[in-house]
């Protein structure tokens, strides 16, 4: 019998929540963390038709642990409760109820925002608000505005304007929003950018004075709704890279070769041999790729520069190797920068025999530290099965270089059969980690987080 590989090895969800504290620790965390590392993540309650099930469906569950004064004072794992998922576990539903339609756990992004926890999904799907201790709250209106757009799961901060910025999609429509509100969460202003065949725009980038969003081949089809993942590749569709001005006003597009942006890293303006340019740095996934099948993609990281005199746009590969989940220093956000971090993707081989259970693709044993200038890449590697997810950067105390900090993220120990937290110094990315925090429990491959500093408010 062939086993689902979204159902199995480190995809395979957990059937509990835990809760431990007082965590042991291999090496010393610094001293100066104070705050949480959160990631979120599908994690069903139970599958219907395990042989359709695909890794992005399911109930958002949110793995957090607790940083303070060199201590890890808490592990906690708890599930996003929509109204559905709050019936399964026999439990009230929380907050003010949502349109059936919609009830839907978040399980792609968790983040912080003004002393607030928040999960995060797209296609006018609302955030869901948790406490400090990841308990839900309820469904919020975190970037609602009138027509049924809320912040997108890559909401992005601009850490000097100290404004949050969405993307936001609906399912079915020919137009999207960029949303920006300012650091308490309040929409501030709106635009609407037409986007025909309503393609998934999943992610986009930032500039000092520009937003970049990416119209691709991959658009609703309301036949593929039974799947989950409402998309299709459409071949008589091209893609491009649109450049709107981030007060708003009209988008001026640059086609590119068809492909899909998965994640990106950064972007940035400048001024080439041409004049004034903007420069992407973004996971392509190439022509075809289809959005239900992941094993079916190599992503890799490329450079597109815009020429704006001239109105072309110049490709070019950054690495190769098959990668996914982009992250950087996050204040580098919209400006020149050297240093990216991305998961590296294996593609396994098929099984070699009835012992071996490995899914023949999923994120590898490996962390990427690309130097953008240099045109080099060091991986970290965690030995086999030491499956690793999005890695995400966090600055040191007083830092004197883009990269003085640490990239943390959760790692499966096979010898415990759980989890550890590990920070890695990004100064000394192929070095020993500085500190390992031994996790009671197995954390599931999942999509993104944040460390989120701060006390409970």
């Not at 835990?18 to 042991?24: G, H």
Request: include cysteine.
């Amino acid at each position: 019998m062939t086993v689902n590989r979204y159902l199995s090895g480190n995809f395979a969800p957990v059937a509990e929540e835990v809760t431990a504290y007082d965590l042991p620790v291999t090496g010393r965390i610094p001293a100066h963390l104070n705050g949480r590392y959160l990631r979120i993540g599908p994690n069903p309650l139970g599958v219907e038709d395990p042989a359709a099930h695909i890794w992005t469906l399911g109930a958002g569950m949110v793995h957090g642990v607790r940083i303070r004064d060199g201590r890890a004072e808490w592990y906690r794992n708890r599930w996003v409760r929509s109204g559905t998922v709050a019936d399964q576990l026999g439990e009230p539903r929380r907050g003010h109820q949502v349109d059936e339609r919609l009830d839907i756990s978040p399980n792609v992004q968790v983040a912080g925002l003004a002393g607030r926890t928040f999960a995060l999904i797209e296609g006018g799907i609302r955030p869901y608000e948790l406490t400090y201790d990841l308990d839900t709250v309820g469904p919020c209106d975190l970037g609602a505005t009138p027509e049924g757009y809320s912040a997108n799961a890559h909401s992005l901060f601009d850490p000097r304007t100290r404004q949050l910025h969405s993307l936001a999609f609906l399912y079915g429509s020919d137009i999207v929003q960029h949303i920006v509100m300012d650091e308490a969460g309040k929409v501030v202003r709106t635009t609407d950018i037409p986007a025909p065949g309503n393609p998934y725009m999943h992610d986009f980038a930032l500039t000092d004075n520009y937003v970049l969003v990416f119209d691709s081949p991959v658009v609703f089809s309301a036949a593929h709704l039974h799947t989950g993942v409402p998309f299709r590749w459409d071949g008589d569709r091209g893609a491009r890279v649109g450049v709107l001005p981030r007060e708003g006003g009209a988008v001026r597009w640059f086609e590119i070769a068809p492909c899909l942006v998965g994640h990106t890293l950064n972007a940035y303006e400048g001024v080439g041999g041409n004049g004034p340019e903007i420069v992407i740095d973004v996971v392509r996934h190439p022509e075809g790729f289809d959005i239900r099948n992941i094993g079916s993609s190599r992503p890799t990281l490329d450079r597109w520069t815009i020429d704006l005199r001239g109105g072309k746009v110049r490709e070019e590969r950054m690495d190769d190797r098959v990668q996914e989940f982009p992250r950087l220093n996050s204040r580098y956000t919209g400006r020149p920068y050297r240093y990216g971090y991305a998961a590296a993707v294996e593609l396994y081989a098929p099984p070699a025999g009835p012992d071996d259970d490995r899914p023949d693709e999923g994120f590898s044993n490996a962390l990427l530290k690309h130097d953008l200038h240099r045109g080099t890449t060091e991986a970290h590697e965690f030995g086999r099965d030491g499956a690793v997810g999005e890695g995400v950067f966090v600055a040191a105390e007083s830092p004197t270089a883009e990269d003085d900090g640490y990239v943390m993220a959760y790692v499966f120990n096979p010898e415990r059969g759980a989890s550890d937290l590990v920070i890695l110094s990004a100064q000394d990315f192929t070095g020993e980690p500085v500190a390992r925090i031994h996790l009671p429990a197995r954390v599931p491959l999942g999509l993104h987080g944040n460390w989120v500093p701060g006390e409970e408010r």
